[in-house]
């Protein structure tokens, strides 16, 4: 018996076959849309969800808003931490009647709330930012109450208190006015 000798065999190189991949994909149910709209690139990120990042433009002038902000806030609980008796004057033009630990307490939550604003600067995804926004929104309005209610039960109403409680109007104004922006859906073209 002549022993055949059997051309070398051949591998087929499915990830190089357009064809192949393309019907892998498609059993997998990746790389077209689905109901939301939304195109996966990998069965991982179908079933755990993809960052939403902003699909085309952010809003117009979101990021100098956040710097504004996070300075801003920085700036005041800094004021808070190391001078909180003065802080206390230039807003109320009264003495200070409690203890400056209350004051300082202030300065710690705010130096934390901008440092999650300093953060929400370096981040693309939706989600961070939006409730960045909101947490920022929160502490304006919360803000707005408590200092509005300070000066009512004080009776004195100053011009640097009446600046504090419309700018923080404004502010919540601001922040919610981008949180809707960036909640929305965009426009399919």
């Not at 085309?56 to 710097?67: D, K, N, T, Y």
């Not at 609980?77 to 109320?92: E, G, R, S, V, W």
């Not at 419309?166 to 965009?186: D, K, T």
Request: glycine share 8%; aromatic share 8%.
């Amino acid at each position: 018996m002549a022993t055949k000798s059997h051309p070398p065999l051949m591998k087929k190189h499915s990830q190089s076959d357009l064809v192949s991949r393309l019907k892998t994909r498609k059993i997998l149910g990746v790389g077209g849309e689905d109901d939301d709209g939304e195109v996966h690139r990998s069965k991982i990120s179908q079933v755990l969800g993809n960052e939403i990042k902003f699909s085309g433009r952010e809003p117009l002038g979101l990021r100098v808003w956040l710097v504004v902000s996070a300075v801003m806030l920085t700036v005041l609980a800094l004021m808070a931490l190391t001078f909180p008796i003065q802080l206390y004057d230039t807003i109320f033009d009264e003495e200070l009647v409690g203890t400056k630990m209350s004051i300082r307490l202030y300065g710690g939550a705010l130096l934390s709330i901008s440092l999650v604003i300093w953060n929400a600067l370096y981040t693309t995804e939706k989600v961070i930012i939006r409730w960045t926004l909101l947490t920022e929104a929160c502490y304006f309005g919360i803000q707005f109450l408590v200092t509005a209610i300070t000066l009512v039960e004080n009776g004195t109403v100053s011009n640097k208190a009446l600046v504090l409680v419309f700018s923080r109007v404004a502010f919540v104004g601001i922040s919610l006015c981008y949180y809707y922006q960036l909640g929305r859906r965009p426009k399919k073209i």
